[in-house]
């Protein structure tokens, strides 16, 4: 995370599945919680750099919580420690990562685009209604997979909202991810699908990793980064599907 910026969901859920043996219901659950705790720290950071749209979490959220609530409702009724729906999780785990892939991989071309083609890009009530649908899709993606608000949150800002700037786009995601994925983690609390002293290593590890990878990353091309990330997830994806 302190390399890239994105990668927590998307690594930690399916790595805690294959090499932890964690069943995939309970790595959501614990990823859920762990990214609730890091994202509000990093609101707190982008909200004293002003670098938040407050009116775009606000559209997010009116999407997202609900989602997150329903897809919690629909797990705990289909049984969300179930075996079969533990199968369903882990492949919904290897879509969320390989939709992260493309949002990596393909995201400047996509803004290039847009910015080719000014007329294409949403306005006014077709705006506001996209951004809720937006975050509809995500917050039921990332209530049942716990990935989706990093890389494919900021690729779908970028696509809406193509003249925000990056740091903007960077906080705004952060933000509306915090109260989605407090929810969906006190869903999975509710769910018993929570392992609280996984959730204390992970945020006993993440604190220097990620000052670490912050450090690093300054010596190491972004570009390079981001390809062997995309390369990783990939993999990961392909382990878990197969």
Known sequence: MGL?????GSLMTPLLTLLFGVSPTVAVGTDLAFASITKAAGTFTHRLRGTVDWQVVRLLCFGAVPAAIVATLGLKHFGALDKEISQIIRYSIAGSVFLTVIALLFKARMLAWLNAHPEKQLQGKQLTAATIIAGALLGTLVTISS????AIGA?????LYPRMPSAQIAGT????AVPLTAIAAFGHWWLGSIHWDLLGSLLLGSLPG?????????AVPEKFLRGLLATTLTIVAAKLVL
């Open 4 to 8: 890239t910026g994105v990668g927590g």
């Open 147 to 150: 990935i989706g608000a990093g």
């Open 155 to 159: 690729t779908l800002l970028v696509m």
């Open 173 to 176: 995601d952060i933000a509306y």
């Open 210 to 218: 990620i000052t670490l990878g912050s450090m690093a990353a300054r």
